[in-house]
Nanobody, 118 residues
Framework: QVQLVESGGGLVQAGGSLRLSCAAS????????MGWYRQAPGKQRELVAT???????NYAGDVRGRFTISRDNADNTVYLQMNSLKPEDTDVYYC????????????WGQGTQVTVSS
């Protein structure tokens, strides 16, 4: 089992920055990919960014160039640096880990609220 603990959400004005952190514990050796997803009220959870163990990254089109995902393997922590924030970035952000031999075991953090005011 993998446990994910998120932090770093908060209130920020448009154009500002936040950095989200997600610390993984438990069977961290089984994690293949980590990432960030976001979910607005009444909407489905959607991918923001992912990063593999070798460091390959993937971004949603609307955050590419503004957000950066990174990973500290020594500390089992993944980060999401969010710059040039827009009101439409307002969501609950969830850390995700894909683990297991086939990377098909999904684990989720509790979510952290990001609110961007205009």
């Amino acid at each position: 089992q993998v446990q994910l603990v998120e932090s770093g959400g908060g209130l920020v004005q448009a154009g500002g920055s936040l950095r989200l952190s997600c610390a993984a514990s438990g069977r961290v050796f089984s994690i293949k990919t980590m990432g960030w997803y976001r979910q607005a009220p009444g909407k489905q959870r959607e991918l923001v960014a992912t990063i593999t163990t070798p460091g390959m990254t993937n971004y949603a089109g609307d955050v590419r160039g503004r957000f950066t995902i990174s990973r500290d393997n020594a500390d089992n922590t993944v980060y999401l640096q969010m710059n040039s924030l827009k009101p439409e970035d307002t969501d609950v952000y969830y850390c995700n880990a894909k683990a297991g031999p086939w990377g098909r075991d999904d684990y989720w953090g509790q979510g952290t609220q990001v609110t961007v005011s205009s």
